[in-house]
């Protein structure tokens, strides 16, 4: 088969499309024969050598995958050759731990994260992946965009239903609403009857956080401080949940734009360095605010996003669509910080 390998950490052009042996299919997997996957910072940053937890080369990146199961496993229930499916980020999960009997799957402590280590990846025309991992696309479904299911918007569905607990008529701040992840988060918080204001240091990307559904914008330069712009579109209230997409260089201003009792949940990290940011205890203990995190999908997760899209609640937000072997362009997008919304990868035709 055709795949994007990287043999070892470096810049984009590590990055080479050619001739592996398709992956083997362990007795819970699916072969899936993939018909797009999407192009996510996550895989800039383990290419880079900057998230080295769970990485080892040579590897075929990508974990958002859309694709058609072509061989089941021996031990494989659920699942058949012909079905269309997403992937939930994960190659497997253990199923067995305390955090997997509880629906915590993503705090597995024996995941492994799809196209992080080995060559068995998305960003190839076979990929295989457990069952566990795996969820059936409903027929009213026929975009290859639905392969960011997971990963971009799932993972705000999870921080503000499940982790932040969004009620009805809050106002919520969404940090990089301009990327991958801020435009869905915007829908999301829509949907939910939020109040949605939209934090971006991009002007070009202003048009597309305002269609998703933004109610006020804040335009910012890279690292300043928005505290005081969110406050005054909040009449000095603040925000009762802020989705921080960015991380460290945003953090500060992200805490101060917290109303009383505000949630902040931690979701991305952009910063290539250790990320370290000083704290005022007495103003956070004052406002009774809570900081948290979420991290990916869980399968229920997953299957509630699919309903949402199905249902034409929420769009999945694809703005390029490249061949696999310009897999090296994506991440030079994403890198550069041009890229709104998400970037799919496809095969390349025979």
């Known amino acids: 088969m ?21 992956p083997a299919v362990a007795p819970d997997e699916c072969l899936v024969q993939v018909e797009a996957c999407g192009a996510c ?50 190659q497997r999960v253990c199923g067995k731990c305390r955090e997997c009997r509880m629906g915590r799957e993503t705090r597995c402590p024996r995941k492994v994260f799809l196209g992080d280590i080995g060559l068995n990846g998305g960003y190839a025309e076979l990929v295989a992946v457990s069952d566990g991992s795996l969820v059936k696309v409903p027929p009213g479904i026929t975009s290859p965009h639905v392969a960011i299911a997971s990963c971009a918007i799932g993972t705000q569905l999870n921080a503000l239903r499940d982790v932040a607990h969004l009620e009805l008529g809050e106002t919520v701040l969404v940090t990089g609403a ?27 990307k202003v048009e597309a956080v305002r269609a998703a559904g933004a109610d006020e914008i804040v335009l910012t330069a890279r690292g300043q401080d928005y505290a005081k712009d969110v406050l ?26 917290l109303a009383l009792h505000g949630r902040l949940v931690l979701v991305g990290e952009v910063q290539k360095t250790p990320p370290t940011v000083a704290a005022n205890l007495n103003g956070w203990r004052a406002r009774d605010i809570t900081i948290r995190s979420a ?31 310009q897999a090296p362009e994506a991440h030079r997008i994403l890198e550069n910080g041009q890229a709104t919304g998400r970037i799919l990868l496809v095969p390349d035709a025979s």
């Open 2 to 22: 055709k795949a994007v390998v990287a043999l070892e950490t470096g810049p984009p052009e590590v990055m080479r499309w050619t001739d592996v042996a398709p």
């Open 41 to 90: 910072m996550h895989e800039v940053l383990v290419r880079r050598g900057d998230r080295k937890e769970g990485a080892g080369f040579p590897i075929i990146p990508g974990h958002e995958v859309v694709g058609v199961i072509v061989e089941v496993g021996a031990e494989v229930t659920g699942f058949a050759a012909g079905d269309r499916v997403v992937s939930n980020q994960r």
């Open 178 to 204: 301009g990327g991958g992840v801020g435009l869905h988060a915007i829908q999301l918080a829509k949907v939910s009857g939020a109040r949605v204001i939209a934090q971006t240091t991009s002007e070009e």
């Open 232 to 257: 005054a579109v909040t009449d000095g209230r603040g925000c009762d949940v802020v989705l921080e997409n960015v991380g460290a260089v945003s953090f500060p201003s992200a805490v101060a734009t």
């Open 295 to 325: 991290a990916s999908t869980t399968r229920r997760q997953l299957e509630d996003v699919l309903t949402l899209v199905e249902r034409g609640l929420v769009t999945p937000v694809v703005t390029a669509t490249l061949p696999m072997s």
